[in-house]
Structures are given as structure tokens and as C-alpha cells.
């Protein structure tokens, strides 16, 4: 896979600077959306949400429909701007002028739920030019950043000069996921990336994502109803329920919180539930489970200690 | 943004104004209208007044909902109102230059802005107090008699109400169409005339797509359920007129003949 170093890039610090800094790349601030504010329609989206997003974090964040994800997410680039609270970006105020919320736009990539309704150009080529022109790139850093993130998303050259309309969906959900990618955000922030895709599909989009993650060790941010993608892939995850932030952490103290996960109707990974019910018949598995690989372990270790007994 | 726009919005209730019969609210607005260009004194002005006020009181709709129906006509209401103080003839107030402000032009003025924004009130309270649903089946009703002489009175219902029933949703996936070229840097604010209708091409183009599209699956539904026009259809809700709706009728007469014996005698 191409090396996204190639891509020029303004400020292009070393990797592991990054993921080092101390300081978070988006930090939330008390933050709270009310819809419809004075209408008899008035709905209190967010109430009061705080947190830090690290430079190079992958963060998974769940909740039930209606939960505020969406909103949340929309925040961050300064598409809805709050009722109450601050957004900063880099320590600096995302809402403050025209020109810092041009610049989040930028800085922080938003992928929305069913992208490829937003596809528009002749050519899959010109579609996924389209950010990199808005952010006033030469034709030649334009060129790189098309190919570039056109191959991490596995968009072939030969699709290149199509009509994005005469692609299949899948095809046309990773269009639009290149063209967010093509302005090389310093967050990727993506609303449900797999719905309405097959397994293999979603895999595929999935591992595409965490190579540019890889490559570039930016922050992502991925909305997602899949406890097993949640858990496969984030490092942290992100609880949201009635617009709070119920939960926060890794994915196996998350998990852990089996009860009150139901209580919000949201499911864990089925292997975590199939160890509860074993554990429920006297198998004493040892640790938290959420992956078929770590029941696989569990399962190991058990067998290997009955047979030592 | 775009959200905001109250045209034709319904707010859902289960006041008396709520339950009237669609036909019944129709024929009320008429009369209304009707009354207000006749109604010309103090009197009657006040009499137009109690009876918008009561419809908003019974409905339960906030005063501010309302009123945000008018604000978009302001200025036309402010333009309107102005000319009427300058170009009415009377008792002369106030004069300098080629300018004389009378006192007929000051109530003119106050009058014509009164019967702009009472008109616009009160056929608002029409569609806050109605679904369109059911304002297309009034409206088909009342225009039943007309298929006599072969006005396909069903077809043009069904195209309003699926029409009105696609609005909103035009109006949602534009907002997200538009968020979402925004979150690619789109800039749709700034800009001289000619950029401004070219930034609005990433709209457009998903928008009419999607529009077809649903257009087509609407189309490919109702087929499926054996949807073939008019002919031998029977509602599943049958409006029938109630006690209030009579009671309704007859006040909205007794309103009118008011306003007309006030006209009469210039009061
Ligand atoms: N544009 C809007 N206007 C008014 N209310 C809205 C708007 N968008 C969302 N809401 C409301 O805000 C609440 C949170 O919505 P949001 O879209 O953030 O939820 P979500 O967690 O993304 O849900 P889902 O998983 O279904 O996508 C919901 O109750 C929703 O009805
Ligand atoms: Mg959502």
C-alpha cells in the first residue's frame, strides 16, 4: 500500500510525536445541543458532554438510536454549533470565527451515514477531488491525494474516470469515505461506515480504515451499532445514552458492565454473552471475553488446567 | 435553517379546532377571508379580532408560533403600510416637500397591515390545526362535485398530498446534502453571484437523484398494492360532520352577516 508520507502535507510531524503529545487533539467542553430550541418541537439533544480525544486514538462510540451520536459527531467540525459548551481543536476554540471553523472543517473529517448520497462529480476522480479543491491544494497535491486515498479505501485506477453513478453501492460508500480521506484530516470521524453491508464488505472497509490509521496515526472516530467491530477495532470506547456520556473506556471495562449495557438496549459481543451463560453453568472462564480468539484462550486454558487436575 | 420554515406545518393536538372536520375548517377559512376584505370599521376589525383570537386560544397554538408565520412578509406588510400613509388623500397632519402624512393615511395604513397580517394568521391556523392528509381529503370532497364535469378532482388530491408528503423529506436530505459537502469544504455564503449558483451543483445533483429515486420506489409501492386511481376507492376514515362543526358553521355566519350589517352602516 502506498505510504501516505508521499501525500505532501503542511505540517507532517513524526508519528510517534504525535501519539505522544500529551496534549488531546479535540477536547469537549460541557457541551449541549437543544433541536428546535423555542418551538413546541424543543428536544434536548446533548446534555453536558465532556471529553478528550487523543492524537492517534481509535474510538468507538455506541449507544442506542436516538442517543445524540450523530449530533455529537456533527459538533466537531462545526456543522451544528452548540446551545452551550466549547469545542477545541488544537487548544483553540472551533466556533470562535469564520476562519477557525474553515479550519476544522479541514482538520477534521466527517464521513456521514450513507456517503454515497453525497456523490455529485461526472468522474469518480473529479468526486474525490472535491474537498482537496475547497482546501485550495495545487493540481498536483490534488493528483497525489486522489490516487493516494482512492487505493487506502481499494478503489482501482481503472474506476478512476467512471461515472460514480454507474458504481455499485459498496463501491460508491468508498468513494465518498476516499474523499473525506483525501483532505487528510487530522481526525477521521465516521457515522456507521458499514451500514447496509455485507460481511465481507464491512470487513473490508474496516481493515482499509485502520491501515490509513496505521499509516498516518491519526485519530478515528467511528460510530457504530457492532459491538464486535467496536470491540475488534477501538482502543476506547464511548457509551452515549439520553445524550451523556454513560460509559468511557476500554473496550473490556466497557464490556464488564454487562447489566447496565442491557439496561440501555444495547447488546455485548455474543461471545461475551455466551461466556456469561457458561459461566452460568459452573464453567469458571477466567477474564473478560468479547472476541471468538479470547474465548478460544479461555476455552484452552481451561481444558489444559482439567486435564493437569 | 431550512428546518425553520413553518409553510404548511401541522402541529399534531386534540383540541376542539384539532378534531374539526377538515371540510368544516376549509369552508370556515373562506368565510373568513371573505369577512375580512368586507370588514372596514373599528367595530368589525375588533369583532375579526375575538374570532382569530378565540381559533388560537381554543387550538392551544402558541401566539409566537404563530406569529412566526408572518414574519417573513414583514417588509412587504411594512412597504404596503408605508405607501398607504403618503398616497391617501384627507386631513392633512403633516407636511414637508411633496409629502403629506394624513390622518386617513395613518389608519389606512394600520388597517391594510392589520387585514394582511390577521389573513395570513388565520389561514395559517388552517394548516397548524390540520394534517395534510387531511386537508387533501377535505379539499377532494369539497371539490367532488366538479368530476361531473370531468375534472380528475382524485388525481390532482393524490398528487397534492403526496407532493406535501415529500416535502419535508426534501427539505431533511437537503440539509444533509449540504452538510455534507459543507464537511468537505464546500462554501455556499461567500462568493460573487455566479459562484454561489455554482456551489449550489453539489446540491442539486444528489438532490434530484435521490428525488427520482424515491419518486420511483413510491411509484413501484403503491403499484404493488394495486393502487390504479380513483375509481370504486373507499376511504378507510370517512369524514362525517359533528355537532361542532354545525355549531361552527352557524357562528361563522352569524360572524359574517356582523361584519356585513357593520359595512352596511359604516360603522
Ligand atoms: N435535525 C434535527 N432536528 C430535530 N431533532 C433532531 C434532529 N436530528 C436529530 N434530532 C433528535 O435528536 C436526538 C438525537 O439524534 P441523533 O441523530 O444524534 O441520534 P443517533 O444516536 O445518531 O441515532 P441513530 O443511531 O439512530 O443514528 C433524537 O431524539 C433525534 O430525534
Ligand atoms: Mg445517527
Redesign the interface.
Known sequence: MLIMGDIPQKRKPHRKEKCMSKTPILKIENLTHVY?K???FELSALNGINLEIGRGEVIGIIGHTGSGKSTLI?HL?A?IKPTDGKIYLDGKDINESKQSV?EA??RV????QY?E????EETVYKDIA??PK??RLTPDEIDVRVRASAQFVGIGEELLERSP?DLSGGQKRRIAIA??IA?LPEVLVLDEPMAGLDPAGRREIMENLMGYHQETGNAMLIVTHSMEEAARYAQRMIVLEHGRVAMDGTPEQVFSREKELKEMGLAVPEMTELAEKLREYGVPLEGTIYTVEQMRDALLSLKGGLQDA | MLKDITLGQYFPGNTVVHRLDPRTKIVLVLIYIVAMFIAESFASYALMLVVLASAILLSRIRLATVLKGVKPLILVIAITAFLNVFYTSGHILVEFWIFKITKEGIFNAIFMALRIIMLIMGTFMLTYTTSPIMLTVGIEQLLGPLKVIKVPVHELAMMMSMALRLIPTLIEETDKIMSAQKARGADFDTGNLVQKAKALLPILVPLFISAFRRADELAVAMESRCYHGGEGRTRLNVLTMGGRDYISFALAVAVLAGVITLAHFGL
Open positions: 428546535s423555542g418551538t413546541p456533527q467540525n456543522l474553515k472543517r479541514s473529517g466527517l464521513v456521514f456517503p448520497y453525497q456523490l455529485f472535491f474537498g475547497n482546501m453513478f474523499g473525506v483532505m
